[in-house]
């Protein structure tokens, strides 16, 4: 690419500064392409970036809605499972009971999600030959397929992104500022999306065959005390904006065209 080429490009009106500073680096399902720089940059011939951009927006919003019908779900899902529903408290638990190591790859949060690591490349393992087509589920818009590929993308990046997040957390206070927008919050906001994606990609599998219902369920329910212990520990990631993808005011799971 030419320089007079790249400076054309940075010049364009379209692209939002800074929006690749908190997002998920999948730019194959990202709905805002049109608007990064950095996509433009690497991927300079691309067809119509609109109208894939609308398509990838609706896939995340059909997962969304995936997503909240799981948590709502959740509780109710558990009696009837048989698989008791733990509180924070279990985690509090268990960080004041380990070692006060101060190393961020030692703290709870970030030990559950790397243990999440090896969760899921074990479900795998075991059901290496899954007894389901790989087809669309009527009127639900993700299949099966999507939903492995979403669960496999996520797969190490909530870990990554919970270890940035805790580091940055404890540099921060360390440093006694009080940054505002904070980079542990963003680290932390980007892991939650990709903690409720990961959810609503788990709740479509039993869609498909009820007999992994309950191992699916003790994923979700694994994954949803990690987003309730990251929300406590990071209270303002929620409200953290992140450009190109929130709103001014992001108040809920979900919000905003990243998810």
Known sequence: MSRDRLK???ADERFIAG?????????????????????????EEFSDPETHDIRNEAFWRKLSEILRESLELLREAGKKWGV?????????????????DEAAENHVI?????????????????????P????TVA???????????????YQYFIAAKVIRAIRG????????????????DGSAKIALIAIERSIGAWAVIPRYNRLY?????????????????VEETFPKARSFIRPGFDSVDPNTAGSGPGF
């Not at 500073?21 to 709905?31: H, L, Q, S």
């Not at 008791?84 to 006060?100: C, F, H, N, R, V």
């Not at 389901?132 to 087809?135: A, Q, Y």
């Open 132 to 135: 389901f087509g790989i087809v």
């Open 169 to 184: 957390k404890k540099e921060e206070e360390e440093e006694g500022g009080d940054e505002f927008p904070s980079d542990a």
């Open 8 to 10: 054309e490009l940075a």
């Open 110 to 130: 970030c030990r559950a999600a790397r243990s999440y690591n090896k969760i899921v490349e074990d479900w795998f393992k075991k059901g290496e030959t899954f």
């Open 213 to 229: 219902k309950e191992s699916v369920f003790e994923i979700i329910h694994l994954l949803d005390l990690l987003r309730q212990a």
């Open 84 to 100: 008791e529903i733990e509180t924070l408290d279990s985690m509090k638990d268990t960080e004041s009971m380990g070692a006060q």
């Open 139 to 153: 009127n639900q818009g993700v299949d099966l397929e999507e939903a492995f590929e979403v669960i496999r993308w």
């Open 19 to 43: 929006i690749y500073n908190y997002c998920d680096r999948w730019c194959e399902r990202c709905p805002q392409t049109l608007h990064c720089l950095n996509f433009s940059l690497s991927e």
